[in-house]
């Protein structure tokens, strides 16, 4: 066994030594807040840019901000997430010292432009009943939108949007690119002070394994209550 | 109460079909109306455009002397005005029975929650259905949910109520309870425009039966005039088919 008594020392050697973990747990902390952050922008701008573009439909008012919200979606899909966070951190906010809420802000961008289609899809399955409904009541547009749409809409779509949150935290991984220490930056900045190639870069990748498992859990139980509450 | 003048619908991209021809005609304050006719023929349309679900190509619809065709209408204080239910329906499914009656009077400021609860309840009663205020719509059977939503726009204390074939997506078993629902609405004085292939009801409660085909008000006149005398051949050959 002495490889295993080898690969201990390998291990204290390149996390405990000089309390290098506290850059692990630090860098875990920043994946965790930028993830948590981003998502919920991501999931205000989704709405808010779902809803323009449901509205628009017919209405010749909203048009301009529904050639706005187009070309958002598109300019986003349509570059790489790094880049984005270059043109954030580089050109945007050049005087930021600190890179975490440019980063929340960059991936709560990003993750707006794919929530928005994916919500707006789920406002379209909606039967057209439920609105017509609810505007004969007296309900203005916007009070059907909030208090009967969306809520249908968000509990049909929610493991699409529990999806995104799962991709959302992976993409994270690239926050290094400007001076965030996110848990990928953290693992390679201990690999650099080590030499220790193997070990951190494993470590990270468990624990982005063990998160998205995590998540996929809770999102299992989530959905099934839900599902629950339609056989009521 | 509802004053329409020559009403016009078109639909498609360039308004290219043609479905209400110029419809004239006034509902007055407590009657009940019944528009019979074949399918296609521009009866949900007609009612539909009575409270701007659909918005009308041509001509004026006013409201107790308000023109809702008018742009700066507020539609939305309206349509608190004019209930609707609809042949399916349109049960909120994610909301109780409670939830659903009391939703808009509560936001519209109409009540208050108690209010509206004990108002929503005393419906509830009305119809037999109390124990179900905790109930959703998933675990009612058709006839309840089309009671429900009767009851749904009667919490807003409407002037009005049209209803667009409310029993024909029932059972046959369940037509009845709903119809008599309707019955001791008429009763009870409440203005109503009604769709419906249920001729016996048309009978019983109608105090005028208009007869529409392709767009137009072909006939009309009281249940005794259409139905045992009819004019015009097309009525007469509706109700050939139907009765
Ligand atoms: N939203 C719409 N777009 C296009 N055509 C429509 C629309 N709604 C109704 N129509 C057409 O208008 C005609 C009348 O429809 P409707 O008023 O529903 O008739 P009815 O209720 O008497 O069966 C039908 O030919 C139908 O296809
Ligand atoms: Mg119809």
Redesign the interface.
């Known amino acids: 066994m002495t490889w295993f008594n080898a690969w201990l020392e390998r291990l204290y050697q390149t996390f405990i030594v000089a309390d290098r973990y506290s850059v692990l747990i630090d860098g875990f902390k920043n994946t965790l807040i930028i993830t948590f952050g981003a998502f919920l922008i991501g999931l205000f701008i989704g709405t808010v840019v779902a809803m323009i573009k449901v509205f628009a439909d017919g209405n010749p008012k909203l048009k301009i901000l529904d050639v706005l919200c187009n070309i958002y979606i598109t300019v986003i899909r349509g570059t790489p997430v790094v880049v984005q966070l270059l043109i954030f951190f580089f050109i945007i906010f050049v005087s930021a010292k600190n890179g975490i809420p440019v980063a929340i802000l960059t991936f709560g961008i990003n993750s707006g432009a794919y929530l928005a289609e994916t919500i707006r899809s789920g406002i379209m399955a909606i039967?057209k009943?439920?609105t017509?409904?609810?505007?004969?009541?007296?309900?203005?547009r916007m009070?059907t939108m909030t208090?009967?749409i969306l809520?249908?809409a968000i509990?049909n779509i929610l493991p699409a949007i529990g999806n995104e949150a799962i991709a959302l935290l992976k993409e994270t991984s690239v926050a290094g690119y400007v001076a965030v220490v996110d848990l990928t930056k953290a693992g390679n900045q201990i690999k650099n002070t080590t030499y220790d190639n193997i070990n951190p870069i494993l470590l990270i990748a468990l624990v982005y394994l063990a998160l998205v498992m995590i998540m996929s859990w809770l999102l299992g139980i989530l959905e099934r209550r839900l599902r629950k509450?339609?056989?009521? | 109460m509802i004053d329409v003048k020559n009403l016009e619908k078109n639909f498609g991209k360039n308004n290219e079909i043609h479905v209400l021809k110029g419809i004239t005609e006034t509902i007055h304050k407590g009657e009940k109306v019944v528009i019979i006719g074949p399918s296609g023929s521009g009866k949900s349309t007609f009612l539909r455009c009575l409270n701007l679900l659909e918005v009308p190509t041509k001509g004026q619809i006013f409201f107790e002397g308000e023109e809702i065709t008018n742009p700066k209408c507020n539609i939305n204080a309206v349509r608190q005005r004019i209930g609707m239910v609809f042949q399916h329906f349109n049960l909120f499914p994610h909301l109780t029975i409670m939830q659903n009656i009391t939703l808009a009077p509560v936001k519209l400021k109409r009540m208050t929650k108690e209010e509206a609860d004990k108002k929503a309840m005393a419906l509830l009663e009305r119809i037999g259905l109390p124990e179900k205020a905790n109930a959703y719509p998933q675990q009612l059977s058709g006839g309840q949910k089309q009671r429900i939503a009767i009851v749904r726009a009667l919490c807003m204390n409407p002037d009005v109520m049209l209803f667009d074939e409310p029993t024909s997506a029932l059972d046959p078993e369940m037509v009845g309870e709903v119809l008599d629902v309707m019955k001791d609405l008429a009763k009870a004085g409440m203005t109503m425009a009604v769709v419906t292939h249920e001729m016996g009801f048309a009978k019983e409660v109608a105090d005028r039966v208009l007869f529409m085909d392709e767009g137009i008000i072909a006939e009309q006149g009281t249940p005794d005039q259409i139905f045992n005398n009819p004019q015009n051949k097309r009525t007469q050959s509706f109700l050939s088919k139907v009765l």
């Open positions: 039967d009943g439920q017509e409904a609810g505007r004969s009541l007296g309900l203005s009070q208090q009967i809520p249908q509990k509450s339609d056989r009521r």
